[in-house]
């Protein structure tokens, strides 16, 4: 398993500023991944961020506009640029952990508290 | 891409309950997660299944893989189990560590 902390829990923001989200795992970890929920809606994958690697991101998200660091196999950052009332949402971090061998290989995922953004 | 289809949307019941929440989904999948959401947001995985059935404590997840279909039960249901069940898929093949998403059930169990 894994644990995951999340700062800040919570933020409210004005419009055009810029929030950065810590995501810290008790455990060394290769797969991170950074989600949105929007209010009412289901998960959405932002990017993927592996540590030696640039993040990878997902159709719809740019890195100007949600930059992400992975310095180290513990420790990642979202941050939500020139943030609009529209960027409201929590933003969670979770870690994949490979399981299975030889053909069949998953990931258990484990999820991180969120952070509940509110820009006004 | 997968469509993952939750029924109930929303879900009422009483406590002692045996409550059963339903995921469908489109496309052949490598592994299907059953999630649970509080008010707080936090999520807590709950099963990761590719086939058969899983059970801990009060909770049991079943998968049919031939159906594409999955069932999350909830045995002598407590108003502590009030949240936002999701179920989501991962993809087969390299991207296979790539979710997507129910919309959720929201379950209110009631004293």
């Known amino acids: 398993s894994a644990v995951i902390s999340q700062k800040p829990s919570r933020d409210i923001c004005q419009r055009g500023t810029s929030l950065t989200i810590q995501c810290q795992v008790d455990?060394?970890?290769?797969?991170m991944f950074w989600y949105r929920q929007q209010p009412g809606q289901s998960l959405t994958l932002i990017a993927t961020?592996?540590?030696?690697?640039?993040?990878?991101?997902e159709s719809g998200f740019v890195i100007d506009k949600f930059p992400i660091s992975r310095p180290n196999l513990t420790f990642s950052t979202l941050t939500v640029s020139n943030m609009s009332p529209e960027d409201s949402s929590i933003y969670l971090c979770?870690?994949?952990?490979?399981?299975?061998?030889?053909?069949?290989?998953?990931?258990?995922?484990?999820f991180g508290p969120g952070t509940r953004l509110t820009v006004t | 891409k997968n469509e993952v289809e939750q029924s109930p949307q929303n879900l009422t019941a009483q406590e002692g309950e045996f409550i059963t929440i339903n995921c469908s989904y489109s496309?052949?999948?490598?592994?299907l997660h059953w999630l649970q959401q509080h008010p707080g947001g936090g999520i807590v995985s709950l099963f990761m299944l590719s086939s058969g059935k899983k059970k801990h404590g009060r909770l049991i997840a079943t998968i049919n893989i031939q159906e594409k279909h999955s069932s999350l039960h909830i045995t002598a249901s407590h108003p502590r189990d009030s949240a936002v069940y999701i179920c989501a898929v991962a993809d087969s093949g390299g991207s296979n560590y790539k979710l997507t998403f129910g919309k959720g059930t929201l379950l209110t169990v009631n004293p």
């Open positions: 961020a592996n540590q030696g690697s640039e993040a990878t991101y």
């Open positions: 496309v052949g999948i490598s592994a």
């Open positions: 455990s060394q970890v290769t797969m």
């Open positions: 979770s870690v994949g952990k490979r399981t299975g061998n030889g053909l069949v290989v998953s990931y258990e995922q484990y």
